[in-house]
C-alpha cells in the first residue's frame, strides 16, 4: 500500500451536489485524496464522508468564491491539510434566468464574481503552489451556452464565455511550468440546478406543459438524450488523472453533439 505521501489530492468547487460530487467520488475510487469545497456544509461534509469511506482521507472547505479572499483561503486550506495540491476542478457556479429587458445589476454581480473572478483568482493561487512543485492539472466546467444567444440567460452564458478565456489564458501561461489547463462542456443533465434553470425558461416562454418543454429541449441534441453527471464527472476525472501531459488549452465538449464547434 501506498504511503499517505503517495497519494496526489485534488480540490472540487462546487463539490457538494451534482456534478462536483460525482467528480469528488470519482476521483476517491481512483485512490486520491479529495478537497470538497462548497457553500453547503451539510451537503459538503456528506460528501467528503462518502469519499473517506472510498478508503482516503478528505476535507470539506467552506468556501464562498464570490468573495475576494475565498478562492486563496480554500486553496491555502487545502495545502495545509494536506500538503500539496496536485488538482484543481473549478465546477461551481451561479446561474441565473432572467428576461433580457429586466436584468439586474445583482444578478451581473454574481455571476461575475463566483463564475468568474473565483474561477480565476482560485486558478492563480492554485498554481502559486503546483509551480512550487512542478506540476499539476485544472479543469474548468464551462458551458455550450458560451457560444450560444440565450436571451434570458444573458449573464450566466457571457460568464461562461469569460471562462473560456480564462481557460486558454492560463493554460499559455502555466504550460512552461507543466501545469495543464483545459475546460469541459457539458451537455444537459438532469441536476437540480439544470431542472431549476428550465423551470424558470418555461415560464418566461409561457410554457405550461413541462414535461412537452423538456422533450423538446432534448430532442434538440443529436445523441438523442440527455447526459448524466456520471458520464460528464468520467470526462473530467480522464483530463485530471490519465490525459497526456501534451493536451493543454483544450475544451473538451460532452454534450452529445449539442455543441457541435
Not at 471562462?163 to 502555466?174: H, K
Not at 507543466?178 to 469541459?184: D, E, G
Not at 443529436?222 to 480522464?238: D, L, N, Q
Request: proline content about 3%; aromatic content about 4%.
Amino acid at each position: 500500500m501506498k504511503a499517505a505521501t503517495d497519494h496526489k489530492t485534488a480540490l472540487v468547487t462546487g463539490a457538494a451536489q451534482g456534478l462536483g460530487r460525482e467528480i469528488c467520488l470519482q476521483m476517491a475510487a481512483r485512490g486520491w485524496r479529495t478537497v470538497v469545497a462548497d457553500l453547503n456544509q451539510d451537503a459538503g461534509q456528506h460528501c467528503a464522508a462518502e469519499c473517506r469511506q472510498k478508503g482516503l482521507d478528505s476535507l470539506f472547505v467552506p468556501v464562498d468564491l464570490g468573495t475576494a479572499e475565498g478562492p486563496a483561503e480554500m486553496i491555502d486550506a487545502a495545502v495545509a491539510h494536506f500538503g500539496r495540491l496536485d488538482v484543481l476542478i473549478n465546477c461551481a457556479a451561479y446561474a441565473t434566468v432572467e428576461a433580457f429587458t429586466e436584468m439586474t445589476s445583482r444578478s451581473w454581480e454574481l455571476s461575475l464574481l463566483v463564475n468568474v473572478r473565483g474561477i480565476a483568482l482560485a486558478t492563480s493561487a492554485a498554481a502559486r503552489h503546483m509551480i512550487k512543485q512542478g506540476s499539476g492539472r485544472i479543469i474548468n466546467i464551462t458551458s455550450p451556452a458560451s457560444r450560444m444567444a440565450l436571451p434570458n440567460y444573458a449573464a450566466y452564458a457571457a460568464s461562461k464565455a469569460a471562462v473560456d478565456s480564462l481557460t486558454r489564458s492560463a493554460a499559455v501561461a502555466l504550460a512552461p511550468k507543466n501545469i495543464q489547463v483545459n475546460s469541459v462542456a457539458p451537455g444537459m443533465m438532469n441536476t437540480e440546478m439544470q431542472l431549476k434553470t428550465e423551470a424558470q425558461f418555461a415560464a418566461l416562454e409561457g410554457q405550461a406543459d413541462m414535461n412537452a418543454f423538456l422533450a423538446a429541449r432534448t430532442a434538440r441534441i443529436p445523441s438523442g438524450r440527455r447526459t448524466t453527471c456520471k458520464e460528464v464527472a468520467e470526462a473530467v476525472v480522464w483530463l485530471a488523472v490519465d490525459a497526456p501531459a501534451y493536451v493543454t488549452a483544450e475544451r473538451l465538449n460532452i454534450s452529445g453533439g449539442l455543441d457541435k464547434d
